[in-house]
């Protein structure tokens, strides 16, 4: 499991390791702090989605950058997708609501939606604290399946390096 | 209105050619060509979507129809364009996307109209003795933007501008409606501004403190004025407003927006934020004007921009006639709701905490505490509703003796707005109708406002064209106005 090998990673300099092995053993994995992306499969698109792809690259999860969780304000409503839906890069999946306003949340690549984040229709607050975070009461909104298009989609997304500069010369506005 | 009728078709090209930039994605072909292909858009009526600014006025009323234009002009105009559309509605209570409006609306009066004559009638439908018939018809709107409850009126004006979400900013547009009407309100003891919230209020000057003698002592008091919401896509941004300007209904819209339910109801998804409000007092057009004015102070950049109506023909265009549709389907209406339950335990807590006072009346008024709206004696329910329909129902008749919670299974999967009868929805489900269960049977009517021949939900469906009259796409704006 990727994210756990993360959480160790992250906790290992502040001497957490053990705090996070037993919260794991619990099922629970809750992080005081965000995650920052260190996952290198993790990419992410224009619209501030990203997505995280497994080592077989036939599943993924997807989520809302921190970046753009900060710049919503505090969400309020967290529309998911439809289980079982089939979407193409770029279709809307679900929304979020802050501050009055929706904003949609897209596809990034073409994929089949397997799971969604149940967790956020009670606690929409999760996304604000911890966006990136593909675990179990993270802020990630669905798991998806991947098919060929789905990894040629990959393609035309940003790493997190590329995302970070975009996100910087994005605030110049 | 002979103002905007200034259509020709020379000066149909003209804001457009102004913003070849728009089009640098074009082949690059010798100029000539490039304007030919530029004025065969121009055109196509669509070509007006194209624009760089666009200004339309709504002579449609209807709600459902007006969003859906709205709805169309965001998804369709050009990415990089920025809009503007004016519209008016008839009587309705719009509520956000991820509203409940169990929560935030009172069904039964909305069903029902405002009464001309003044004259309510606040018990239960079941027991009301005189049915009001002298109504003006109220229509239940979900729009697809966020925010909270509203209500709209002839006497008020709604603003919607679309900019690329590139250049998205919650107050900008706000800022001009704010500008507009500083230069049009004349009373000088009233001042408009945006809030916190990202609505326009209006500070008045002079309004009389409460609890001290008449006239006596007075303080500036921020009125609401109008409510702003947003829908944020991939590429476009819109953020649309109210604005009050001089409506009839004010007195109303405490009664249309407080359920006899919201005491009970434990709702995900966004909640109302309550406000006082009032007129600006001023007329409907010339707020148009002035707002057309700011707008093109903001985005026109000296060029000329030709105003466009847009009228109930816009119904032919396929786009919008889905979009009414999905506008007016009860799906989207109620099942859209997020979960809620609603537990007779939540009664304990009413009266309790002062913030439940409506600022809309001066006092709190007596029928907020009406027998009607407390659940019988000895009746516990417990409901949960996902995407409108029951997940779970628990009643109990605690005067029984051998009384146990009724998990009553058989209500799973009923659909709340469809039920014509709580009595004959525990009947199906098998539940012994004692009569404690009976009677509160006859309380979860009166909560969902069940069993209420609706007098006010605008049925626009039946005015749709037939499917064989629908037009693909770029019909918008067939009629010029003043043009043939």
Known sequence: MASIARCLRSARPSGLSALVKSSVSRGVVSRPFSVTATNELRKYTKEHEWIDLSADKKTGVIGISEYAAKALGDVVFVELPTEGKKVQAGDAIGAVESVKSAADINAPIACKITHINLALEDKPGTINQVPEDDSHGGGWIAKVSVDEQGIKDLDNLMDSEAYDEFTATEGDH | MASIARYTSKRLASPFCSSQSLFSSLPSTSKSHQQQLIRRQCRRSFGLLSRPVQIYRSTVTNPYINLSIEDYLLRKSHPDSTVLFLYVNSPCVVIGRNQNPWYEVNLAQVKQGISKSGVYDDRPFSV?????????????????????????????????????????????????????????????????????????????????????????????????????????????????????????????????????????????????????????????????????????????????????????????????????????????????????????????????????????????????????????????????????????????????????????????????????????????????????????????????????????????????????????????????????
């Open chain 2, 128 to 484: 009301a003795s005189k049915v009001i018939t002298d109504t003006v018809p109220v229509s239940l709107v979900r729009r697809r933007s966020g925010g909270g409850t509203v209500f709209h009126d002839e006497g008020n004006v709604n603003w919607s501008v679309i900019c690329p979400s590139a250049v998205f900013d919650r107050d900008r547009h706000a800022e001009m409606v704010v500008r507009a009407l500083k230069k049009i309100i004349r009373n000088p003891n009233m001042t408009p501004r945006v809030n916190e919230r990202h609505d326009i209020v209006v500070d008045i000057k002079g309004v009389p403190r409460p609890f001290t003698p008449l006239g006596f002592e007075t303080e500036t008091k921020a009125f609401k004025v109008s409510g702003s919401a947003y829908k944020v896509t991939r590429v476009r941004s819109l953020h649309h407003g109210t604005c009050l300007l001089s409506s009839p209904h004010l007195k109303e819209m405490g009664r249309l927006l407080k359920s006899p339910a919201r005491h009970f109801i434990k709702a995900r998804g966004v909640e109302s934020v309550r406000s006082e409000v009032c007129n600006v007092g001023l007329e409907v057009p010339d707020f148009k004007d002035a707002v057309v004015a700011e707008f093109k102070a903001m985005y026109a950049g000296g060029e000329r921009v030709v105003e466009h109506i847009v009228d109930r023909s816009e119904m032919e265009v396929k786009d919008i006639v889905e979009g009414v549709k999905q506008l007016t389907s009860p799906e989207w209406i109620y099942n859209q709701t997020p979960q809620f339950e609603l537990d007779t335990a939540g009664y304990t807590t009413l009266g309790q905490n002062p913030d439940e006072e409506s600022p809309f009346y001066r006092a709190p008024p007596p029928e907020e505490r009406s027998f009607f709206h407390e659940p019988p004696e000895d009746f516990k329910a417990h409901l949960v509703v996902r995407h409108g329909e029951i997940l779970e129902a628990t009643l109990e008749d605690l005067s029984d003796p051998s009384s146990k919670p009724i998990l009553a299974g058989a209500m799973r999967g009923v659909v709340v707005h469809k039920v014509r009868s709580w009595h004959q929805v525990m009947h199906d489900a098998f539940i012994p109708l004692t009569w404690k269960l009976t009677a509160g049977a006859r309380w979860l009517n009166h909560m969902f406002g069940t069993a209420i021949p609706t007098v006010g939900l605008a049925d626009v469906r039946a005015v749709l064209p037939p499917k064989a009259d629908w037009k693909d796409d770029d019909v918008l704006i067939k009629k010029k106005p003043g043009g043939k």
